[in-house]
């Protein structure tokens, strides 16, 4: 029987404690990453647990179009469940190992290089997925894969000058994802309606504009990273 006066939660998972400077305030991910620590889950392995997500969203977005259109709706909605999952796993092992007090002596190759890989796996599955329809949609895949991978790097160039690390521009990881989601749930509905070409142009779409809006975040980070180079 818990204790009333116990401020810990019910189920005796002890909360993360908070970094300093950072507000204290109630998060589900909190609770979540403390329960997970309970567990005996790690950041690296967090990180790498994101790339099998990655890997099956790639896949659903393989076959959504080869399989029967019932099917194909269940693999769009379950790659942007995977999707989401991918985003939650990176935000997890962040807790994990800043306010776990986690971090390990590789934590910056496992926070960086898992995605990577992810990003590469997630839109070469749609562009692999749309080219017996449309002969260049593997071209595009790769196009948004390496320019995702650029927009990282550029970053982490920054950090390597000795600068701040510069994460603005349109096209985020985070944004990718929300874009890749929002494609992939629009795209069940329109399969399920039997809008089949509908469905290929906005998978389509979904890849230029991760691909446009990647070149354009790398365009503005390197901007700003010359900029602050000069300015010393």
């Avoid at 790498?48 to 019932?70: E, K, M, T, V, W």
Wanted: charged residues 15%.
């Amino acid at each position: 029987m818990s204790d009333p006066h116990d401020p810990r939660p019910s189920d005796d998972v002890a909360p993360l404690p908070s970094t300093p400077g950072e507000p204290a305030r109630p998060d589900w991910r909190i609770r979540l990453a403390a329960r997970l620590r309970s567990r005996g889950a790690t950041p690296n392995g967090i990180s790498l647990f994101a790339i099998g997500l990655a890997a099956l969203a790639g896949l659903s977005f393989f076959f959504a179009l080869r399989d029967p259109p019932l099917a194909g709706v269940v693999l769009l909605v379950f790659a942007a469940v995977c999707l989401q999952g991918r985003m939650l796993c990176n935000r997890l092992d962040g807790l994990l190992a800043r306010r776990g007090g986690m971090v390990g002596k590789a934590g910056e190759v496992y926070s960086d290089a898992p995605d990577r890989l992810a990003d590469t796996l997630i839109f070469l599955g749609v562009g692999y997925g749309l080219a017996p329809w449309l002969s260049w949609a593997s071209d595009l895949g790769w196009a948004a894969s390496l320019l995702s991978v650029g927009t990282a790097y550029v970053r982490v160039l920054g950090l390597a000058c000795g600068l701040r690390e510069h994460a603005q521009g349109p096209m985020s990881r985070r944004m990718r994802m929300i874009a890749m989601s929002l494609a992939a749930l629009l795209s069940a509905i329109g399969l399920a309606l039997g809008w089949t070409q509908w469905v290929e142009a906005l998978l389509a779409a979904a890849l230029a504009a991760v691909a446009l809006g990647a070149a354009v975040t790398i365009g503005l980070r390197l901007r700003s990273i010359v900029r602050e180079l000069e300015a010393r």
